[in-house]
């Protein structure tokens, strides 16, 4: 599982998870993880929890783009420690062991 949270600047305390599938970023209420700030777009950015357990995201071109530790990007796969920006929200991403249940064990 990913954990994308702030720890200051315009919207602290904002935690958003996710462990499958694809999930939007943005300001619009459809967005899956809504960031209600400037310089957010409606749908800044997709995210994608890959087979692989790594987290990729892609900017849908949004107006003030995308930024993985201060670089703008268009498409990356994130590590974990990383800094994802949209607008002036900066999100630390870090990644979780998931926790398979053990057989015979209830």
Known sequence: MWILETTDGDAPGLTFRISSGIRTMG??????????????SRLHCRLTALPTGELEVEDLDSTNGTYVN???I???V??????LRVGRIEL???QQASL??????R
């Open 27 to 40: 300001r619009a209420v459809r967005a899956d993880f809504v960031i209600e700030a400037t310089m957010v």
């Open 74 to 76: 268009q498409r990356a």
């Open 100 to 105: 398979a249940p053990q057989e015979g064990v």
């Open 78 to 83: 994130l590590a974990n420690g990383d800094r």
């Open 92 to 94: 630390t991403c870090s």
């Open 70 to 72: 201060d670089q703008r």
